[in-house]
């Protein structure tokens, strides 16, 4: 009976969703796949899969560009069992969107297997995710970096933190389950705010020791439980920096794979100018300045290799365009030069 009802379910569904939008129909279904267990589990013998080596995503470079290659299930199989790895390997795979044509993506780890041979007998290579995230096409690293993040948030949730016994994953990889406790675990984001701080002429911009020799970014910072994001942005200006903050405003947003799974919330903010003298929280950065209109211009010029000078120092440059803090500083420019033309 219940196999029944689940396919009227699948059916009306299915008639409902031809009278919305593309965009809705494929939301409605991929909702449906983290629902559905053998929905999902039939999906996953018709989806693509993007494969993973110990979070590293696997690329193809073909002449100057790097492509992220998707492999039907059966080129997949074909691939495992050269490593007689054939057993269960879909069960470990996540689901991370699908095409118009609702063909399923997923995301699959191999990081248990010999990761040369795999490179080798697709002809690509498994690529540390910060240099993946630059070198793809712009349309594949937010694909690439939630891929990631969901991979990263299975392998270090396999057992549950209150009973020790190991959780279940679902097929779609939306959540994991504790048979002994019956808690239910869900993916995990950490809300961080980035600020560009102005003081109506100059913008702040700061480095942490770790950062590349010369880059500048806008300030960040993770929020506290129970902070709102106007409050986790004056609180992180004051520690960061030792600035009020007097108005702020909202930009955009970007989920950010680094250091696990970040939701960047992006945000202007105004200090006064007459109370502008920066008092740097030395124990995470390293150095924070003004930096006038000109500056910029140059700055977002330059780029890391040219940034050398002779005397060995490095002129600032700031972060590439797949990185929000490049947008902040950008509509930054933006608004300045429209003041002042
Ligand atoms: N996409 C971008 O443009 C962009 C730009 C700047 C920073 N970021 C990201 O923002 C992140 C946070 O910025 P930050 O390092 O200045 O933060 P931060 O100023 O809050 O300092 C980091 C410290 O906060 C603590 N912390 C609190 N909650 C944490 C959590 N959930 N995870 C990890 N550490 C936590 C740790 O002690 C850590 O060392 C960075 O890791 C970086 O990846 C992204
Ligand atoms: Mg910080």
Redesign the pocket.
């Known amino acids: 009976m219940a196999a029944v009802y689940q396919a009227l379910h699948r059916r009306v569904s299915s008639l409902a969703c031809r009278l919305h939008s593309t965009y809705v129909r494929k939301m409605r279904y991929l909702n449906q796949l983290k629902e559905d267990d053998s929905l999902c589990r039939q999906a996953q013998t018709s989806g693509t899969f993007y494969l993973f080596h110990n979070l590293s995503p696997f690329l193809q470079k073909v002449g100057k560009k790097y492509l992220v290659p998707q492999l039907s299930a059966a080129e997949t199989r074909q691939i495992l069992e050269k490593l007689q790895e054939a057993e269960q390997w879909m069960e470990k795979s996540v689901l991370i969107g699908c095409s118009d044509e609702h063909r399923p993506r997923f995301a699959l780890d191999l990081g248990a297997l010999d990761k040369s041979v795999i490179e080798a007998e697709l002809q690509g290579s498994f690529t540390d995710l910060r240099k993946a995230l630059f070198v793809v096409d712009r349309k594949d690293s937010p694909l690439l970096a939630s891929a990631q993040s969901l991979l990263r948030w299975h392998d270090s949730h396999q057992y549950c933190s209150k009973t020790g016994q190991p959780t279940e994953k679902n097929p779609a990889g939306s959540k994991r389950v504790c048979h002994a406790s019956g808690v239910t675990y869900y993916p995990q984001v ?1 809300p ?1 705010v ?1 600020t560009l701080v102005s003081d109506g002429s100059h913008c702040l911009l700061a480095r ?1 020791p770790s950062f590349p020799p010369g880059m500048f ?6 929020c506290d439980m129970g902070e709102n994001v106007e409050e986790a942005v004056r609180r ?1 200006v004051a520690e ?1 920096v030792g600035l009020e903050v007097e108005s702020l405003r909202y930009s955009a947003s ?1 989920h ?1 794979p ?3 799974s ?1 939701l ?1 919330i992006a945000c202007h903010a105004l200090v006064g100018a007459q109370r502008a003298e920066i008092s740097l929280d030395t124990l ?1 950065l390293e150095e924070a300045r003004w930096f006038g209109l000109e500056e910029i211009v140059e700055g977002l010029k330059r780029e890391p290799s040219s940034s050398k000078q002779d005397d060995g120092s490095f002129l600032p440059w700031f ?1 590439p365009k797949q ?4 947008q902040l500083i950008r509509e930054w420019l933006q608004q300045q030069s429209a003041q002042t033309a």
């Open positions: 950490s961080v980035i942490q970014t806008a300030l960040s910072g993770f992180e960061e970007q950010w680094f250091p696990s970040s960047m995470e972060p990185a929000i803090a490049h």
